[in-house]
């Protein structure tokens, strides 16, 4: 059977997509070409992976936002990138939080696109694992 073997890109519309490229550029550090940014899978930290997941149509997960998506980034630094985020005039959601899998951070960017940072931690094996 044909299957699905990762995700190829992420694609979305925004009213000025120039000014909004050198955004992301500027403020995320992404390397953006005409056609966008491409990541290399080796870039990635070895614990860190893409999710895919589906959320059900009245979520709050996506607020303040109201795009039907939600984009998430992997960050070698989330609390120094939030920073950055804020100076360069994103608004931060919430608070970050930390689970035993990574620290999350959220923000809205210029035209109102919620975006997700995760910065995975290195699992720690413990005896029986």
């Known amino acids: 059977m044909a299957k699905v073997l990762g ?6 519309k925004a009213n000025d997509p120039t000014t909004l490229s050198k955004w992301y550029a500027k403020t995320l550090g992404i390397r953006m070409s005409a056609y966008g940014a491409t990541f290399s899978p080796g870039n990635m930290p070895e614990e860190g ?12 997960y996506f607020k303040p936002s109201e795009q039907t998506y939600m984009i998430n980034f992997v960050v070698d630094d989330l609390f120094a990138m939030l920073l950055n985020i804020e100076k ?13 899998y990574g620290k999350f951070g ?6 109102g696109n919620k975006v997700e940072l995760w910065q995975p931690i290195k699992a720690t094996l413990t005896d029986d694992g």
């Open 88 to 100: 360069a005039g994103g608004k931060i959601c919430g608070k970050p939080e930390e689970y035993d």
């Open 7 to 12: 995700v190829g890109g992420v694609f979305f």
């Open 49 to 60: 992976y893409t999710a895919f997941s589906i959320f059900n149509k009245d979520t709050e």
């Open 106 to 111: 959220w923000f809205l960017d210029p035209e």
